[in-house]
Nanobody
Framework: QVQLVESGGGLVQAGGSLRLSCAASGSIVSINTMGWYRQAPGKQRELVAR???????NYDDSVKGRFTISRDNAENTVYLQMDSLKAEDTAVYYC??????????????WGQGTQVTVSS
């Protein structure tokens, strides 16, 4: 069984910063892509940023220059540094990982979500 556990959400004023962490645990052979998605009330879940095992990254245009994704492959952990936060960044943030578990097929796993609220 693979689990993703997120931490680091909270309430922050506009212009402030937060750092999200997501640790994958369980019978993991390898992890390809790790990423962060978010879902605001009444909206669909959207990709915020992702990073492949080699280090290449992709960002949604709305967060480019403000958010930075990184990962520690040895610890199976992905981070999202969020700076210059805006009210429109308010959402539940979900960690995602494309994992090859021991003895099972590659599939996507999701964290439970962490709330980020930016007050204006």
């Amino acid at each position: 069984q693979v689990q993703l556990v997120e931490s680091g959400g909270g309430l922050v004023q506009a212009g402030g910063s937060l750092r999200l962490s997501c640790a994958a645990s369980g019978s993991i052979v390898s992890i390809n892509t790790m990423g962060w998605y978010r879902q605001a009330p009444g909206k669909q879940r959207e990709l915020v940023a992702r990073i492949i095992s080699g280090g290449s990254t992709n960002y949604d245009d709305s967060v480019k220059g403000r958010f930075t994704i990184s990962r520690d492959n040895a610890e199976n952990t992905v981070y999202l540094q969020m700076d210059s936060l805006k009210a429109e960044d308010t959402a539940v943030y979900y960690c995602n990982a494309n994992v090859r578990p021991l003895g099972l097929r590659i599939r996507d796993y999701w964290g439970q979500g962490t709330q980020v609220t930016v007050s204006s």
